[in-house]
């Protein structure tokens, strides 16, 4: 069981982080309409405005590289919470920034998942 869950989160990272670095506006695939984001602070709610949050950051490309992750099962059957710990590429510059973020996937029918909760925050210091 505990395999598993390491798998999926870590399938759904990958997938997760390469859609962020390669096509973003696809991302709108992972959240449903009761989907939240904290996102430095600023809490979203919805598909829409993720999405919108997501696709006007002030870089268009990236690179995410992923230094850890780890995953438990939730409270909701099937639930999953996933911890990432990482640095974020940015073009032309020299440093890069280190950031954490937490998504808590909710299966769907067709044994898929969608992110119920994503909070992320740059890590500074």
Same mark, same amino acid.
């Given at each position: 069981?505990?395999?598993?869950?390491?798998?999926?989160?870590?399938?759904?990272?990958?997938?997760?982080?390469?859609?962020?670095?390669?096509?973003?506006?696809?991302?709108?695939?992972?959240?449903?309409?009761?989907?939240?984001?904290?996102?430095?602070?600023?809490?979203?709610? @919805?598909?829409?405005?993720?999405?919108?949050?997501?696709?006007? &950051?002030? !870089?268009? *490309?990236?690179? $995410?590289? /992923?230094?850890?992750?780890?995953?438990?099962?939730?409270?909701?059957?099937?639930?999953?919470?996933?911890?990432?710990? @990482?640095?974020?590429?940015?073009?032309?510059?020299?440093?890069? &920034?280190? !950031?954490? *973020?937490?998504? $808590?996937? /909710?299966?769907?029918?067709?044994?898929?998942?969608?992110?119920?909760?994503?909070?992320?925050?740059?890590?500074?210091?």
């Amino acid at each position: 069981m505990e395999e598993q869950i390491d798998l999926v989160g870590k399938a759904f990272v990958d997938h997760y982080y390469h859609l962020f670095d390669n096509d973003r506006p696809a991302l709108s695939s992972v959240y449903q309409p009761s989907s939240m984001l904290t996102f430095e602070g600023q809490k979203i709610q @919805g598909v829409e405005e993720i999405t919108a949050k997501l696709n006007q &950051l002030p !870089f268009d *490309q990236c690179r $995410h590289v /992923i230094s850890t992750i780890d995953s438990q099962p939730s409270s909701f059957t099937g639930g999953i919470v996933v911890f990432v710990s @990482g640095s974020l590429q940015l073009p032309g510059e020299e440093h890069h &920034l280190r !950031f954490s *973020q937490m998504f $808590h996937l /909710i299966p769907l029918l067709e044994g898929n998942f969608f992110v119920q909760n994503d909070i992320f925050r740059l890590n500074y210091g």
